[in-house]
């Protein structure tokens, strides 16, 4: 089992930047490649990025690259979710998730299915 935890959600205006982090714990996090989903209410959970096991290739949805930036310390079993030039469309739950598949093109790790465990999600607010 891993268990995640997302933190650093919050309400931030529009153009701010926001940094979310997801701590695992539980089984080797250098095993796992990791993702970031949003969910906003009304709609299905979207993939926002993902970043292989070893933190040297990164994944983003069309909707956030150029703004969003993903990284991993597995020294600190933890990943983070940099959210820069924010918009009010960003606003959503935002889960992060591991995928046994430690590196994999961005058709997987873009499916929720492909993903083990996910954490419970911690809220982002973007005000205009």
């Known amino acids: 089992q891993v268990q995640l935890v997302e933190s650093g959600g919050g309400l931030v205006q529009a153009g701010g930047s926001l940094t979310l982090s997801c701590a695992a714990s539980?089984?080797?996090?250098?095993?796992?490649?990791m993702g970031w989903f949003r969910q906003a209410p009304g709609k299905e959970r979207e993939f926002v990025g993902a970043?292989?096991?070893?933190?040297?290739?990164?994944y983003f949805a069309d909707s956030v690259k150029s703004r969003f930036t993903i990284s991993r310390d597995n020294a600190k079993s933890t990943v983070y979710l940099q959210m820069n030039k924010m918009k009010p469309e960003d606003t959503a739950v935002y889960y992060c998730?591991?995928?046994?598949?430690?590196?994999?093109?961005?058709?997987?790790?873009?499916?929720?299915?492909?993903?083990?465990?996910w954490g419970q999600g911690t809220q982002v607010t973007v005000s205009s």
């Open positions: 539980g089984r080797t996090f250098s095993n796992y490649a």
């Open positions: 998730a591991a995928n046994i598949n430690r590196d994999s093109t961005v058709v997987v790790f873009a499916d929720v299915l492909t993903y083990d465990y």
């Open positions: 970043i292989n096991w070893s933190g040297s290739r990164p």
